[in-house]
């Protein structure tokens, strides 16, 4: 296997389970420094939209959280998902087609009961924002955020118990082909590593590493550290995991944790990247930061920047995952395709990629099939755009 990030490791993790041999391969250290997995936290929310597919995968993902909270503690270790509950604020009335009113459409519908927020509420319940701005939205109990870099530490912690084969320090660059079969990997000391299968999960490396660029391509998305001089006010009661009208803006963001930091992130359509590039967060970039401080949270327009990272994206066309054998390259099978969005459902991402690798049929894997028809678009676009 190539790539120890979450959806690597837990991957192997089930895989082991169903009683396989594994071998992991990747540069490290463990969780490595510039894996999209390796942060304090990532957002895990249940609310998609209209799509029922994610919302429904999410919920799942919830109680797995839950219980792997459960199992850790049971080990004397902390919880690492926090249920903060996620504010999702609107700056005009949410209406149909929009994220927010779509979510709250489809949270309800499933049977869960976000509250609805109006300027007064949010004044009153989140005194932070800038109530005059956010006009609508809702507050979800259920949802929050997992500390991700701790989370695959703890992972990587039960693949070795596990009796997984894990060899930080080595990267995978080639596939090794015999007679029309991937029957391992090269490493960079020139080394082969014989398998049955191949699963390269290596994040936003996957493209370049396979050659899948048009179909799975990183891009960069900048993330802010802050640490707010007064910090009554970003606990999580009162500042939970939040969207400030995401689709407009972009920006999202997590309450203060035990080291005093509030992290702010930004989603867009990135920057397009060579993965091996040296990355940084611009100018541009954090005087967009300024700007979005100064409409919404002026509390934080003194706080000190701490820490900024460029992180990246394993882009697929559509937003949805790669989680599929390569029909071009029998024995080698694809985990990536992130797109931004992948770390909350690590409790279900295992039995997924585990389930591809021994081709067991699961109809969830439709919609992470391998999808040629996205690789021709990139390219016809990739043609539009350069004539
Ligand atoms: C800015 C940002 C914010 C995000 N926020 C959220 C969020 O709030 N909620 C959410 O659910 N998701 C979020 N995500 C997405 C989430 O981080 C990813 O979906 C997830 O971490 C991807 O995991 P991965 O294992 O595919 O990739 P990574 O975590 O990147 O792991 C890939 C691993 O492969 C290894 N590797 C690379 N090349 C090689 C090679 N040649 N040989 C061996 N090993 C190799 C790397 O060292 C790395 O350890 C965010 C992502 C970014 C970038």
Redo the contacts with the bound molecule.
Sequence with gaps: M????????TAAIELARRGHQVTL????P???P??????I?????LEYAPDDFYMALAERSRDGWLNWNAAWRRQGNQSLYHETGVLMLSRSAMAPGGFEHDSWQLLCARGHRPERMDPNTIAQRFPVWRSARYVDGFYHAKGG?AE?GRV?EALVRDAQAAGIRLLAG????ALAERQGWVAG?L?QRGEEHAADEVLV??????GK?LGLGDAIRAT????FHLRPRDRSWCAADRFPVFTADIARTGY?GFPINRDGVVKI???GPGIPID?DAPRSVSADQLAGLRAFLTETFPALLDAEVVYT?L????DSQDGDFWIARDPNRPGLTV??G????????APVLGELIADTVEAKPNPLLERFRWRPELRLARVREAARYHG
């Design positions: 190539v790539g120890a990030g979450v959806f690597g490791v391969l990747d540069p490290g463990l969780p490595h510039l894996a999209a997995s390796t942060d936290s990532k957002v895990v929310r955020h991700s695959v080595r990267r995978a660059v990997v490493d999960a290596a994040g936003a490396w996957t590493l960069g998305h900048p993330v999202y992130g930004h989603h993965p990272r992180c990246l994206y394993a985990a990536s992130d797109s931004g969005h992948g770390f909350k459902f």
